[in-house]
């Protein structure tokens, strides 16, 4: 019986209770920290799925402009409740602009022409990747993934090793991720990109006003 169960769509709905759970230990106070454990697996596999969607996405700049629009408006959120709390610290969470930036980088990279003429916009590219959250060790994750995809053994071997190199930082939990993206069958699923987008920001946005009021 094969052992690849889950679909993109699946994988996404599992990876957005993860990191519901996730960022309630990040802004609710007094939460558990294994709710941080937990959420260790979920942002690699958003990584893979993003290289899943750039290998089945026909236009790949629309797929990053669309991105980076939800990158700005995440950012313009934020700076909105840091001006109303500014008691608060800024929130930095912003994967839509780690996604994005990554994004372009392997468009850059996968064509040869594109790389040749464009190893400038690459350097900067990588400098914004490096300042985005999961900075450099996101684009090495989505690197793997996409150019080991074909080759799981090799691809397990590689995640494994780059993940055990984080010890002591909670962040090498991200080695539970690897069932996942194993079970992975390639298969869309139903297409509900738009809750997603949607999604994330909104409920960063809730738990932060829930925690602040939970402080005060």
């Not at 558990?32 to 958003?46: L, Q, S, T």
């Not at 950012?75 to 840091?82: E, R, S, T």
């Not at 298969?187 to 602040?212: E, M, T």
Request: glycine share 4%; charged share 15%.
């Amino acid at each position: 019986m094969s052992l690849q169960i889950f679909n993109s769509f699946s994988l996404k709905i599992i990876m957005t209770i993860l990191m519901v759970i996730d960022h309630i230990g990040q802004f609710i106070p007094g939460t558990p920290p294994y709710f941080r454990w937990i959420g260790r697996i979920v942002a690699p596999v958003f990584f893979f799925l993003l290289t899943e969607g750039y290998d089945h996405t026909k236009d790949k700049l629309a797929y990053i402009k669309r991105l980076f629009k939800c990158a700005i408006i995440m950012f313009a959120g934020n700076l909105v409740l840091w001006f109303i709390f500014k008691e608060e610290s800024f929130i930095t969470n912003n994967i839509f602009f780690t996604l994005a930036v990554n994004l372009a980088i392997l468009v850059i990279i996968d064509d040869k022409e594109k790389r040749k003429k464009n190893i400038f916009l690459l350097v900067v590219l990588i400098a914004f990747a490096s300042l985005a959250e999961g900075s450099l060790m996101a684009t090495a994750l989505i690197m793997i993934f996409f150019y080991l995809k074909h080759n799981k053994l090799k691809l397990s071997i590689a995640y494994i090793v780059v993940s055990l190199l984080l010890i002591p930082n909670i962040q090498w939990m991200q080695v539970f991720a690897l069932p996942f993206i194993l079970m992975y069958n390639g298969k869309r699923g139903p297409d509900f990109k738009k809750f997603f987008y949607i999604f994330y920001p909104i409920h960063i946005w809730i738990l932060f006003l829930i925690g602040h009021f939970l402080s005060i």
